[in-house]
Structures are given as C-alpha cells and as structure tokens.
C-alpha cells in the first residue's frame, strides 16, 4: 500500500476535486433515497443480468477472483480491515488510497493506467463509511481492475462509485460487472442459497420482492458476518442509502444463483 505516496496523494487530489462535478446528477440523486429504492424494486436484475454479462464473462471475473482470494464465493471474505485491502492491493499490483471524504455521497473511484502518470492503477476508498461500506467499495473497485485486465469494452478513464447511482449500474456492463464482484464477496453461495431459497430467488430476481422473512435473513447474514446493523447513529438519509445498496447487492445475488447457478 502506497499511503504516502506524493504522485498518487495528487492523482486523488485531482480527481476528488472532480467528483462533485461530474457527480452532480449522481448528487441530486443522493438526496432522494426512497427513489433509488423504489426504482429498484421494481427492476428486473436476471433480465439485466443476461442482458449485460454472458456466463463466460461472469466465469471469467469470478476466476480472476479465486486467484486473488481462493475461497471466493465459497466463505465470506474479510473482515474488511485495512490489512485485508492492503494484501489484495499488493497481489493485485494496485495503488490503493483510503482517506475520509466529505461528501458521504461518494463511495471511492477507480483509475487506470491511462489516466494518469501513475505506474500502476489506482483505488480510492472513502474511509468515511461503515466497513461493509468501506469493503463493498474496494471489492467493487478491483471489479473494475478485473475488467480491465480483462480488456472489457469500457468506458476509458476514472470510474466514480456514487451512492444512488444502482440503477444506473444495471445499464452498464463494467458497474454491473464490478457489483457482481461485490455480491459474490459478499454472499458467498452456500449462504446465498440458504437466504434466497428456491422457490423465492426468481420471483426476488426479476419482479424484485423481498419479502420480510428474506430481509430477516440478509440482516442476520450482515450482522453476523461484517457486524453491520442499520443503527440510530446514522442519519435516517445514511440508513436509506445504506438499504439501497443492501437490495442492489442482494437482488443481483439472487439473479446471479437464479440465471447462472452461482
Ligand atoms: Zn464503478
């Protein structure tokens, strides 16, 4: 890890000093939660799923992932700590960069070779975040590395992780890509199989309903493994935000089982 690196302290600088305002929409969009939320619900992820990412191409991030973490979707990975991202960074050869940014509406960004002078790529993480935050954004930055060791059709140059901006992600294949990282991290399969049963996990994937006994246990699953529980101590804006990215992750959870059986 390249905490104190002065060329990449720069590169972040420079991009952060851009976030709010390529991000303006995305910022916008922040401050009206309960859209993002009914918008996802009523999306439907296998259709974007398939749409989107074949099954070689999905194979083909998670054995890029097993190499990097061998038990990848088969526990759960972590805990997020800082020793974690910090081993991963350096067998993924990245520059990784955490460090509390204000605005809470940014998640972190990721930024490839050709953006900058740097010699290897480079992940933000804005540390301000819970942990499962803090950890859903690097697995959803080294999603993005993924992609482009993979030479993926992608957009070139910095990707922003914005808050609210899920739906948005089901229309691009390099966002949808690197949150199918973040799913597979996160609900490893046998646990995704116990939380999204077999007669539930199409109707979840596709018409979006979750109903109370599923959110129980997607509760209980983030509670137990990465000690995450919607707390008063968050604003009511931060726990909506926070629910969003938990049915994001979890509906695409249950499309990736319920389409391609991982
Ligand atoms: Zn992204």
Request: with cysteine.
């Amino acid at each position: 890890m390249k905490q104190r690196s002065t060329a990449t302290d720069q590169v972040v600088h420079s991009v952060l000093a851009r976030a709010g305002v390529l991000g303006a929409r995305e910022l916008r969009a922040w401050k009206r939660p309960q859209d993002d939320i009914r918008r996802l619900t009523n999306s439907d992820y296998a259709a974007s799923l398939r749409q989107r990412l074949s099954f070689a191409q999905v194979n083909e991030l998670v054995h890029r992932a097993t190499d990097v973490w061998p038990h990848f979707n088969r526990r759960v990975l972590g805990p997020p700590s800082a020793e974690f991202f910090s081993r991963a960074a350096d067998a993924l050869q990245l520059h990784l960069k955490t460090a509390r940014y204000t605005s809470l509406a940014l998640y972190g960004f990721y930024v490839d070779r050709s953006e900058s002078a740097l010699a290897k790529p480079l992940i933000f993480v804005n540390s301000a975040h819970h942990d499962l935050a803090i950890g859903t954004t690097f697995c959803h930055e080294v999603g993005h590395h993924f992609c482009t060791e993979l030479a993926r059709p992608r957009r070139a140059g910095v990707r922003f992780y914005f808050d609210a901006a899920y739906n948005e992600h089901l229309r691009d294949e390099g966002e949808l890509a690197a949150d199918v990282i973040v799913s597979l991290a996160g609900y490893p399969k046998p646990a995704a199989r116990a939380i999204f049963t077999r007669g539930l996990r199409r109707e979840i994937a596709r018409k979006g309903h979750l109903d109370q006994i599923v959110i129980d246990r997607i509760r209980t699953h983030l509670e137990q493994s990465y000690g995450f529980a919607f707390s008063a101590a968050l604003s009511p804006a931060q726990n909506l935000q926070y629910l969003a990215g938990m049915l994001h992750y979890a509906k695409l959870r249950a499309a990736l089982l319920e389409e391609y059986d991982l």
